[in-house]
Each structure stands twice: as C-alpha cells, then as structure tokens.
C-alpha cells in the first residue's frame, strides 16, 4: 500500500493541527496503520496505532489526552489528531502499515510500507 502523508507545518504552542495519511492500492480498513515521529538526532518512535478491528493504542505518557487518531474508510485515510502541541512533538511524522496479524503494533520493524513523512515544527 502507498501512504501520502500531509498536514504538517509551523505551529505554536497550544495549537491543535491534523495530519492525514492518504492510502492507495490498499484498504486501510485491512490494516493496522501507524503514526511515528521523529525527532532530529533521535530514532523513530511509535506514537499512535489503530488495527484492522478498530482498537487503538497509544504510546507514551506526553502524548495520552492529546493525541488521536481515527480512520476515514470512504476516503481511505486514517489521521492523526494533534492537540495542546509542545515543542517537544516537534519532528517528522510517517504513516506507516502493517499486516494486523503479524508484528507488534508499537515495533518500527513490523510496518512493510511507509509514507515520505511531514515535518511538525512547534515554535514557542
């Protein structure tokens, strides 16, 4: 599957953005599709994942009641939804899918494809 991040930007402290991750030549719906960050000079982390049945998972304490995500299945689209942004969420955002039976949803290993990631750049 093809994944097509978008929604990045410059945003200041407090400031809620959206990004979407636009998939072709696949179903989101048959995945568990995942959010992942990276900070500069840092490894890529999990951060928010939903499953082909729909459950959730999030990663760390910074980003629980602030962070969500939800899929679109009509547009095939699965966001994340950003809100209270710190500067400490500043990095570049991927999308990424795996197959729902194999793998650890929290594990930058299990995802097969991955989109080209958008930068989030929180200003204080």
């Known amino acids: 599957v093809q994944l097509v991040e978008s929604g990045g930007g410059l945003v200041q402290v407090g400031d809620s953005l959206r990004l979407s991750c636009a998939a072709s030549?696949?179903?989101?719906?048959?995945?568990?599709l995942g959010w992942f960050r990276q900070a500069p000079g840092k490894e890529r982390e999990f951060v928010i994942a939903?499953?082909?049945?729909?459950?959730?998972?999030i990663s760390e304490e910074s980003v629980k009641g602030r962070f969500t995500i939800f899929r679109d299945n009509a547009k095939n689209t699965v966001y994340l939804q950003m809100n209270r942004v710190n500067p400490e969420d500043t990095g570049v955002y991927y999308c990424?899918?795996?197959?729902?039976?194999?793998?650890?949803?929290?594990?930058?290993?299990?995802?097969?494809?991955w989109g080209q990631g958008t930068q989030v750049t929180v200003s204080s």
């Open positions: 990424a899918a795996k197959d729902d039976r194999v793998g650890v949803m929290t594990d930058v290993v299990a995802y097969d494809d």
């Open positions: 939903i499953t082909f049945s729909g459950r959730t998972r």
């Open positions: 030549g696949g179903t989101v719906s048959r995945y568990t």
